[in-house]
């Protein structure tokens, strides 16, 4: 790849993918509302706001994928979703349709399903059962995915990631966890099949408890490498399971479906 956009930049996973994706093109486009610090040699920073549509435009000129961790990532009030997750979705896929239709890696999310139970195995077929507001951008940007692709041919792979960290961090993610190294290896399969279309994913590893079956994206050439269940015995020494009551131990969605709809300050 010439060009690789990556939006959400500044954040968490996006930093890491900043480090690990620099090989895979000769210019890193790295794009957030936050400051980006110092550019290297490969890399070029703008920042924006999703939200901006003559913005979003230029910024996806030029590029030849896009990797989109951008807009708000936790529950918030409505009107930064609304900006971030919903309008500058819209923005971004308007974009990709004026300047020749750049792969997407879409990141959705395990929020879309929130409220289906721990002790069930779904597959990305069954219906979305959202957690939140958060949860429903991610609906919308999905539902978006699907119809650019069906009327424009727009390409997306859409990934519902589980929770992308160095390593689990509490009970749940034992079954939700990503290695770094299995998205790497995803988005490297996004980017390079022949043919695409607009599959969903489930972003998660190859753990022994895992709620979500990822038969589907086989096609890819994907197979996750790690397990969230070498970390199990040392996590159990330093984390309390919770109350088997508590929406942590009984929702795919876990705190999610608890919070409440949040109000503008």
């Known amino acids: ?53 003559a913005a979003v435009d230029k910024l996806v000129e ?39 239709q750049p792969r997407i890696l879409f990141a959705s999310s395990n929020h879309t ?18 957690d939140g507001l958060y949860g429903v951008s991610k609906c919308f940007g999905e539902a978006l995915a699907k119809l650019y692709f069906d009327k424009f041919g727009q390409e997306t792979a859409i990934v519902r990631i589980g ?7 509490n009970h749940r993610m034992l079954s939700t966890w990503m290695s770094y190294d299995d998205f790497t290896a995803l988005i490297d399969c996004v980017f390079r099949t022949p043919m695409l279309g607009c599959p969903t994913i489930w972003g998660v590893s190859e753990n ?22 070498k970390y199990r015995v040392e996590l159990e020494k330093t984390v309390a399971r919770p109350d088997p009551s508590s929406p942590l ?12 709809i949040h109000k503008d300050d």
């Open 1 to 53: 790849m010439k060009r690789l956009l990556i939006t959400g930049a500044a954040g968490g996973l996006g930093q890491v993918m900043r480090e690990r994706l620099a090989p895979y093109a000769e210019i890193l486009r790295l794009s957030d509302i936050a400051a980006l610090g110092e550019a290297k040699a490969n890399e070029e920073l703008v920042q924006c706001d999703l939200a901006d549509a």
């Open 62 to 100: 030029g590029c030849d994928g896009i990797l989109h961790l951008g807009g708000v990532s936790v529950e918030a009030p409505f009107s930064k979703i609304l900006n971030g997750n919903i309008l500058g979705m819209y923005n971004l896929y308007e974009a990709a349709r004026a300047h020749g």
């Open 113 to 130: 399903i929130g409220f289906y139970k721990q002790d069930e195995y779904i597959d990305v077929d069954a219906p979305v059962r959202p």
């Open 163 to 169: 929770s992308c960290f160095e390593t689990p961090r």
């Open 208 to 229: 022994d408890s895992s709620w979500w079956d990822n038969s589907k994206a086989r096609f890819l050439g994907w197979k996750p490498k790690d397990n969230a269940e």
């Open 249 to 260: 131990a009984i929702f795919m969605g876990g705190p999610f479906t608890q919070d409440p």
